[in-house]
Structures are given as structure tokens and as C-alpha cells.
């Protein structure tokens, strides 16, 4: 797996000011609507639920600092932090790569103070984070995200730096999990007392155990909407959500005396189903909402989905990747119609678009507002590119001629003394002959001979899609 150096570079450590009922989060190289900021400031304002925002920021950070299958020394990213003008997000992967975090603080969720926006990571520190689960439910607590008296600060004073590696899968995951996500329903609603009487029955006796070994990965597990509970079941039925692994939800429990509903979420399903699906788990709370979503399995993170790949591939997805970023601004919400009006493409090719910028962080996706939003990490399209093996592959056959376009929309791909048969079914999907075909059959996205037949359709002209089937 290949890594990078990521550094954070801070004014100084986060704090929370007991006597004056302040929570100070210092900022680090974040893009603001003016370029970039080496410590931008967002947000100063007061908390309208403070014990609840804090159980809640600490559930994003115990998910950054874990890992749920096969741990090794846990390298902790600082959570990211966008401010959309009337909302501040904080997001976080767990270090295996499997599980997405989330605490969407809304305008309900702060008391004056005006919420700027751009991204940036903030810090949260084990002090931090010890004082945090310290603070008494009535105290009140004002929240400011970046230094307010910067102009102090020159080049010789202390600065607090942390050296993570940072995986391209980590970032590959931003990429994936918004597709994944689009693709998902509202499939179960349970008020307060229910969501919490479930949600510790699934966590029991996981909080020792998460992240403790192999053991983290096993059958995936189904429930069943059954009026205001859910209900365990054997097998995919329609209507039912995965839940792979379960003790993966350990972090819910820190917010669970807050609870006001869970939702939980899952693509459609069709009988018969037996592979496992990811699914999303929202907790309602006071002016906030907390997400975690889960891969399909405990030993799978979400970098090798391959949701975004068929983007990727498109040649023109590049160009109109520019000209939409260009248009997007923090936007809470991204409305496709406007953005397509705005650049004047069609809204197929601005989806696309969009996908494409997810691999640089760009886009991530609301599953509560069935919506795509805006944030800005400091990394570009071409690193999730060059560094996706299926992509790389299949480029690679094209340039050496591999690829024999068939009579029947299908083509044949030579590969090394055998070929591959890419066969296009009745409604324009492909499916090939290759053993990840066989394993996945497009559940993990096209394989890198699909892929090679769409770059060839593409290039000559034909508009024939990859489209590789339901996901």
C-alpha cells in the first residue's frame, strides 16, 4: 500500500477551556472561498446541545484512531472539518479504511455566531479528547473553530506538528463512499427508546473487541424493518439492510443518551440477493446528526469498491471536472439541474463530473438530504487516477491493441497467450469471462477488460457505454 508523509501543522493544541466554557479547535491547511489558508477560521459561536456535540465529536475521533480489521500501530488522521455556510461537517475513516464518520452540525445546532466556509482538518488531541468526555450536561460551551488572534502568531512562535502516513486508500475512500451512498434509500426509522434498546444490543461486549484482531470480520448480518423495530434475518429479503459487522457501530455508543431516532440506510435489494451490501446508520441528535458508514465487510474498505472507475475512464470527464469545480462554492447542497444550467453540460456528464472530483475529496454525499455537497482536500484528480491498478491495467491493453471490437457490441481481450470475452447484454451491459468477473460479478465495479472495451467504444466514436450492471 502505498503512502505518503502528511503533516498537520498547528498554532498550538486544542483545548477545552473549563473556567470559560470554550472549546478551542485549531486549524491546519484548509481552502477557504479566498484560496488557501495555512490556519483558516470558520466558526465562533455557542453550542445549543454542547454535551451532545461533544460525545459527538468524540465518536468521529475514536473512528479515525481505529481499526476494525487486522489493527496494526494505529496511525490517527485528524478529523476534516467543512463549514458550508449553515452547516459544519466533521469527517473522519477509521486507519483500516472500512468505516465512515460523520456529525453533520446544523443551524439548529449553534446559537449565533456566523459559519463561514471552506475545509480544513482540526485538531483533536488525547487531552482534548479526555476533557470532552469530562463535560458535565449542563455546562454550556462555545465553539470556535480556527485562532482568533492569528496576528499574534510570527514564524518563530511554538507550532504544534503531527506526521501521519496518510494511505491513497484513505483518499480513494472519500471517492467511493459518496457513490456508494448515492445509491442508497431510507429503509427504517426508529424512534429514541427503540434505537437505543438496538443499538446496545448490537454493541454489547464490542467496545473491548473492536478493533482487536480478525475476529472483526465475519458473516455479513441482515435486519428487517418490522414497524418501529428491526428484526434480524437469515438472508437478503427486499426491503432488508447489511449490517457487516456490527461491533464496527461501537463508536453509536457514545452519542446514545442523546439519541432521538436512528434511520438507517441501504441500496435496494432483489430476492436471491446473497452478496453484502454497504449501509449507512444515522443518529439523530439535538441540532446534529451522526453517520457511520460501513463497507460490505469488515476486511474490505471502501478504496477498492470501484464505484468511480467508469468516471475515471471517460475522456472527456476531465474537462468538465475543471469547469464544474469552478462553479461549486461550500454549497450544503449541490443541485445538479442548477449546476449543469451553470456550465451547460447535461446533467449525465456533470454527475460525472462530479464523481471525478470525489477522487480529490471534493464531493461527498449527504445520505440524510439525498444530496452531494461540497469540501475541498488538498489533493487533485490524477493521484486517485494514476494510483488505481484496475484503471492503470486497462489502459495498459489498449495502448498494446488488445482489444477486438466484436459484431455483436462485445470484443475479445487479448491477454498475454489467452483472451478475455467481454459479452454486452440486452440492456448495453457488460459482463466478461475473467475470474473477477466471476467473484464479483460487477458488485466491486468493472474489471480492468470491461474497462479497456469502454476506452476503445469511447475512442471510436461508437457512444456505447460500461456500464457493468446493478450494483
Not at 455566531?113 to 480544513?120: D, F, K, N, S, V
Not at 468516471?311 to 461550500?330: C, H, R, T
Not at 443541485?335 to 463530473?353: K, S
Not at 461540497?374 to 489502459?395: I, K, V, W
Amino acid at each position: 500500500m502505498t503512502q505518503a508523509a502528511h503533516a498537520y501543522r498547528y498554532l498550538r493544541s486544542s483545548v477545552l477551556d473549563d473556567q470559560h466554557g470554550c472549546l478551542g479547535l485549531e486549524t491546519s491547511g484548509g481552502a477557504t472561498p479566498f484560496g488557501e489558508a495555512a490556519h483558516p477560521r470558520f466558526f465562533e459561536g455557542m453550542l445549543t446541545a454542547p454535551s451532545a456535540a461533544a460525545a459527538g465529536l468524540l465518536a468521529v475521533a475514536d473512528v479515525a484512531a481505529a481499526r476494525y480489521y487486522q489493527p496494526r500501530l494505529p496511525a490517527s488522521m485528524d478529523p476534516v472539518v467543512t463549514a458550508g455556510g449553515d452547516r459544519l461537517r466533521f469527517e473522519s475513516f477509521s486507519g483500516c479504511g472500512g468505516v465512515y464518520a460523520r456529525l453533520d452540525v446544523l443551524e439548529s445546532g449553534v446559537d449565533g455566531g456566523a459559519i463561514g466556509h471552506g475545509t480544513t482538518n482540526v485538531d483533536v488531541n488525547i487531552p482534548l479528547r479526555d476533557a470532552l468526555g469530562r463535560l458535565g450536561p449542563a455546562e454550556p460551551l462555545r465553539l470556535a473553530v480556527g485562532s482568533e488572534a492569528l496576528e499574534v502568531t510570527t514564524l518563530d512562535g511554538a507550532v504544534v506538528e503531527k506526521k501521519v502516513p496518510l494511505p491513497d486508500r484513505w483518499l480513494r475512500g472519500f471517492a467511493e463512499t459518496q457513490v456508494v451512498a448515492a445509491g442508497f434509500d431510507l429503509r427504517a426509522e426508529l424512534p429514541a427508546a427503540e434505537a437505543v434498546r438496538f443499538l446496545r444490543s448490537l454493541t454489547a461486549g464490542s467496545a473491548g473487541r473492536a478493533g482487536s484482531g480478525r475476529g472483526a470480520a465475519g458473516p455479513a448480518q441482515w435486519v428487517v424493518p418490522a414497524g418501529r423495530l428491526l428484526r434480524p434475518s437469515s438472508r437478503a429479503v427486499p426491503g432488508a439492510v447489511c449490517l457487516p459487522g456490527p461491533q464496527r457501530l461501537v463508536a453509536l455508543q457514545r452519542v446514545l443518551r442523546y439519541a432521538r431516532a436512528l434511520r438507517v440506510y441501504g441500496p435496494p435489494l432483489t430476492a436471491g440477493e446473497t452478496r453484502p451490501t454497504s449501509s449507512a446508520w444515522e443518529v439523530e441528535l439535538p441540532g446534529m446528526r451522526l453517520t457511520l458508514t460501513l463497507s460490505p465487510d469488515a476486511a474490505r474498505g471502501f478504496s477498492g469498491e470501484g464505484g468511480v472507475l467508469e468516471a475515471l475512464a471517460s475522456s472527456g470527464s476531465e474537462q468538465d471536472a475543471e469547469l464544474v469545480a469552478e462553479l461549486l462554492a461550500w454549497e450544503p447542497r449541490i443541485d445538479v439541474a442548477e449546476l449543469a444550467g451553470q456550465a451547460g453540460l447535461p446533467p449525465h456528464r456533470v454527475r460525472a463530473a462530479l464523481t471525478r472530483l470525489g477522487t480529490a475529496g471534493q464531493v461527498g454525499y449527504d445520505t440524510a438530504e439525498a444530496a452531494l455537497f461540497h469540501r475541498r482536500l488538498p489533493y487533485d484528480t490524477g493521484r486517485a487516477e494514476s494510483h488505481n491498478p484496475r484503471l492503470r491495467a486497462a489502459r495498459a491493453l489498449v495502448a498494446a491493441g488488445a482489444v477486438r471490437p466484436e459484431a455483436d457490441g462485445g470484443a475479445s481481450v487479448l491477454v498475454g497467450d489467452h483472451a478475455q470475452r467481454v459479452r454486452r447484454g440486452p440492456e448495453g451491459s457488460l459482463s466478461c469471462t475473467c475470474l473477477w468477473w466471476a467473484k464479483y460479478r460487477g458488485g466491486r465495479g468493472p474489471c480492468k477488460h470491461v474497462l479497456a472495451v469502454g476506452l476503445v467504444a469511447e475512442a471510436a466514436g461508437s457512444g456505447t457505454t460500461t456500464a457493468v450492471g446493478a450494483r
